[in-house]
């Protein structure tokens, strides 16, 4: 396995882990309202800028587009696929964006339930698919180098500081609603 899918493959341990949270918080009297809503703040913002700015970030700026180089066709195949759905995504998250602010709970939830339902059957296939093609096509060499590009991406979008904070958010979740 290459350095640069592995970098990949552990953040979608940290991202199923944040679902796993999630499922519990969507749980009926989980917490009160209240709570709930400053919890449900939280999860949009970690969606927001982990998984979409900078776990989508490093994908489509780097992995996917060194696999269209390798040949890999992108619309009408599996790069062109895993790009949907990244835009429907964001498109859940923006709706789990308005319920919050309307507070609206069940709306939330619905949208919540969508956006955990589509990332993890995207994550299965990009694990099972997408990256063993990438393990493949793109040799030691240029998998380091794709991982030193993330690298340097992670730091210019979100900076040691915020992936601080956003470990000590997933903790103190974890703890509140007993998630191992
Ligand atoms: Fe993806
Ligand atoms: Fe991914």
Known sequence: MGKATQD????????????????KMMEPGSRDAESLLH??????????????????GKEENFLFKELVNKGVPSEGGP???????HAQG?????????????????????????YRDLLRQHIEKENNVLFMMADEAINEQEQNLLFEQFEQYEEDVI???VHEKLHAMIDTWAEVFGVE
């Open 79 to 85: 790069v062109g696929v895993m790009l949907q759905e």
């Open 159 to 161: 900076g040691s500081g």
């Open 39 to 56: 919890y449900y703040g939280e999860v949009v913002y970690f969606l927001k800028i982990f998984v979409d700015k900078c776990h989508h």
């Open 90 to 114: 964001r498109n859940y998250i923006a709706q789990m964006g308005w319920n919050l602010d309307e507070k609206n709970i069940e709306g939330f939830n619905n949208a919540a339930a969508l």
């Open 8 to 23: 990949l493959r552990k953040e979608h341990e940290a991202i199923l882990h944040v679902l796993q949270i999630l499922n």
